[in-house]
């Protein structure tokens, strides 16, 4: 593997199609304003670097990034490349990920409006990650000590595995099918509307309207805070304490509670609901 060390690249293509390259210390910047410097590259390794231009990392194969920055003008850094392996790095431009498969991230802190879209098999660990639109679309995803921020993570994923992680959101889980959450905080309005197989365990959850119109959804041990209106129109299974002030129009399956809350069943209700909702015996 050829090594490149202190060097400069702010042009256009600097090392387009470049192939087992180990970049040390080199900074993409400059008045030259370059895009794509690394497209279509095979097997690279940046370590130290700077990227400071425009849209670095496209259709690359085998790259690795390692206490590294891409900064808010490193804009839709990586896209429609596959094995990437993402350490003690930060990510602050927009779209930083992309249709991509194959990903590895740690330790990484990533400040990105739209990330990680259409992609897959996505391992995750020990990383901040704060996102309007994070992972839309995308499948295969395992995340553990994830710390969150951002309005509407996780629409439309299927196949998720998230544990011992923190979520500070809103309209979370839109749409995703097949998602497991176990030990984990969730602070978010209207959590998981329309989501299909979406299985809570030990998770502590806050937040008003949670799991409306959800199919196949299950919450194990799981604790409330200060929701409200939780269930409307769901087929649930759900073994639950702590505050949950109401509960709205369950549709079907079973609730049960430590201590009785408000049931509200309306009679304008489009959907028959008949999910029996029980106290526990002490």
Not at 36 to 44: G, P
Not at 132 to 137: G, K, Q, R, V
Not at 213 to 222: A, G, H
């Amino acid at each position: 593997m050829k090594t490149i060390s202190n060097q400069t690249f702010p042009n256009e293509r600097d090392l387009y199609g470049a192939e087992d390259v180990e970049l040390l210390d080199c900074r993409f910047e400059g008045e030259e304003d370059g895009e794509s410097a690394l497209k279509e590259a095979r097997e690279v390794s940046l370590q130290r670097c700077y990227m400071d231009l425009r849209y670095p990392f496209w259709h690359v194969k085998g790259l690795r990034i390692k206490d590294s920055e891409l900064t808010p003008n490193c804009r839709a850094a990586i896209w429609y490349s596959e094995g990437i392996d993402i350490d003690h790095t930060h990510m602050f431009g927009i779209k930083a990920l992309r249709e991509c498969h194959g990903i590895k991230m740690a330790r990484v802190e990533a400040l990105s409006p739209e990330f990680g879209w259409k992609s897959s098999d996505i391992d995750i660990a020990d990383c901040r990650i704060e996102s309007e639109y994070a992972f839309l679309l995308s499948h295969k995803l395992k995340a553990k000590r994830l710390r969150f921020a951002g309005k509407y993570a996780f629409q439309y994923t299927e196949d998720v595995e998230i544990a011992d992680s923190e979520f500070h959101t809103k309209d979370c889980f839109w749409h995703s099918h097949n998602v497991v959450v176990r030990d984990s905080y969730i602070d978010g309005e209207y959590l998981a509307w329309y989501s299909d197989g979406l299985t809570l365990i030990n998770c502590r959850i806050k937040g008003t309207q949670p799991f409306c119109y959800c199919t196949n959804l299950k919450l194990i041990d799981c604790v409330f805070e200060h929701s409200d209106l939780a269930f409307e129109y769901s087929d649930v299974e759900a073994e639950v304490s702590g505050e949950l002030i109401s509960i709205k129009n369950p549709r079907s399956g079973f609730i049960l509670l430590d201590k009785p809350t408000e049931l509200i069943l309306t009679d304008d209700s489009k959907y028959p609901c008949e999910c029996p909702v029980e106290v526990r015996e002490k």
